[in-house]
């Protein structure tokens, strides 16, 4: 068992999950022995759309030092991989 599933099938875990800091609805917080934010818990029928756009940003982020593909390029060059895997009945390239 990971140290994850490990920390949330814990006897104490009802002791963890703590509401005792200023929150808003839908948002709790796991803490340590110490009282300390640990995680963050997150109602997902509430703030799905919040957390992918967050998470997307994330993503975006760390990938501002890869190498950059021309646009163009890119796809001509995935037309031309679909049309040479018989996955495209043509050959057109971007202009």
């Avoid at 140290?3 to 006897?11: D, N, R």
């Amino acid at each position: 068992m990971n140290s994850f599933a490990k920390e949330f099938t814990h006897p104490n875990f009802g002791d963890r999950f703590s509401n005792n800091f200023n929150t808003m609805k839908g948002i709790n917080y796991l803490t340590d022995q110490k009282g300390e934010r640990t995680a963050v818990v997150f109602d997902l029928k509430k703030y799905r759309e919040e957390l992918e756009d967050f998470i997307d940003g994330l993503e975006a982020a760390s990938r501002l030092n890869e190498p950059s593909v021309d646009f163009k390029k890119a796809v001509n060059k995935i037309i031309k991989s679909k049309s040479r895997d018989g996955l495209s009945s043509h050959n057109k390239k971007v202009r």
